[in-house]
């Protein structure tokens, strides 16, 4: 029986292979909101949020994988192997995904 999309992309949410590249990835678009204009909506909680990136990314990985590996760069792209969870999602997908929920990570609305 095929297993369902959801235990999927929490299989891969809980993978200490993928935290640590959501690590790093998280880090890096932690840099590039530390650098953006401050009249950017939601600039100071963003900003915050970064900052949090920045000092724990460990914990960061782990309190925002769920929410990364259900947006639609990397849902469909998880199989289960002998290794465990894999998914094709190249770093810029992951990366565009990251910056696509930074302000929802960040815990700000984005509604207007």
């Not at 993978?15 to 650098?35: C, E, H, I, S, W």
């Not at 950017?40 to 309190?63: D, F, K, L």
């Not at 590996?69 to 469909?76: D, K, L, Y």
């Amino acid at each position: 029986m095929a297993m369902s999309e959801s235990t999927l992309q929490m299989l891969l949410a809980r993978d200490a292979a993928f935290l640590q590249r959501l690590q790093y990835l998280l880090v890096q678009q932690a840099r590039v909101v530390k650098a953006e204009a401050l009249a950017t909506p939601q600039h100071t909680a963003r900003s915050n949020y970064a900052t949090t990136v920045i000092n724990n990314p460990a914990g960061a990985a782990t309190q925002a994988a769920v929410m990364i590996v259900g947006g639609v760069n990397v849902i469909g792209t998880v199989t289960l192997e002998n290794s465990g969870p894999v998914t094709t999602a190249t770093d810029a997908a992951l990366t565009s995904q990251i910056a696509t929920f930074w302000t929802q990570l960040a815990g700000a609305d984005t509604g207007v």
